[in-house]
């Protein structure tokens, strides 16, 4: 896919998913998201950066850790989380928050800026990731730190088959290389290619519970990447996708629901 045409899908993608998106994910991304926030160490006053901010749910987690002498950026690519975010953060008067929408890989903000960069899941998505944390890099102070959650291997993410079972549908492309960056070394590889030093990585295991398969469902098909290509579905071929997502997860299925093995891998560095 060319990266201008998957830059859009993404854009109006997760516009679609904004309303969907935190009931679907808030639970079983916070472990990922916990051990990214711990690895950054935010301290309080600091300036600190939230790429891929989507609704806010690590923006608005930076905010605390950081005070009032401190302020958080969120970015993110969609118009529409961008403006459920700020909404909240007004109807809820947390000051020291601030959203704009632009694309990671060329930040509209100044150099040398920030204490940290935070990254929660949204690397994947990018056609050039490694771009995304040169641009991370140079809106860091020297010594500012950055801390990333991506996806891991693509065998240990129960739900994968989500991707082929769309595209049979439609070529949507929508992250042709989601669970490159969670395979092996390359996560820590391309934040060392983007300038970073001391670089670590933690790789962890997790499980993401749905009560029910309706709840899975919206989770796959209307709060995540593909929610542009469902949207474009009609009742029979929803129908169908559905049987297939709920058969391929069904050796998950238990007593109370639902708990689809998922792994995510956090890397953190110095500028």
């Known amino acids: 896919m060319q990266p201008d045409l998957q830059r859009r899908v993404q854009r109006y993608g997760w516009d679609k998913a904004v309303d969907f998106y935190d009931r679907a994910w808030r639970q079983q991304l916070e472990p990922g998201q916990s051990l990214m926030l711990e690895k950054a160490n935010i301290q309080p006053g600091e300036h600190v950066l939230d790429v891929a901010c989507g609704t ?4 608005f987690q930076a905010a605390e850790l950081t005070g009032t002498d401190g302020e958080v ?16 953060a007004s109807e809820k008067n947390i000051t020291n928050v601030g959203f704009k929408q632009m694309d990671a890989e060329s930040l509209s903000l100044p150099d040398s800026y920030f204490d940290v960069a935070l990254d929660a899941f949204g690397t994947m998505y990018y056609p050039d990731p490694v771009q995304s944390f040169r641009e991370k890099n140079r809106v860091l102070k020297q010594g500012g ?27 949507s492309e929508v992250c042709p290389m989601f ?3 969670g395979t092996g070394d390359t996560l820590a590889y ?15 295991t997790t499980k993401l519970h749905y009560d029910n398969a309706d709840e899975a469902l919206g989770a796959a098909f209307k709060g995540g990447p593909v929610a542009l290509a469902y949207a474009r579905f009609d009742e029979n071929i929803r129908r ?12 998950f299925r238990n007593d109370i629901g639902y708990a689809i ?4 891998v956090v890397g953190w560095g110095v500028k």
């Open 56 to 59: 806010g749910l690590v923006t």
């Open 73 to 88: 950026t969120g970015t993110d690519l969609s118009d529409k989380m961008v403006e459920n975010a700020a909404r909240f």
């Open 145 to 171: 730190r950055i801390s990333v959650a991506v996806w891991g291997k693509r065998d240990r993410c129960g739900w994968a088959e989500i991707f082929p079972i769309v595209d049979a549908r439609v070529k």
């Open 179 to 181: 669970f490159q960056l």
């Open 190 to 204: 391309s934040l060392k290619e983007a300038g970073f030093r001391d670089i670590q990585t933690e790789r962890i």
């Open 240 to 251: 169908e996708v559905h049987e297939e997502y709920l058969a391929s997860i069904e050796l």
């Open 261 to 264: 093995p998922g792994e995510f």
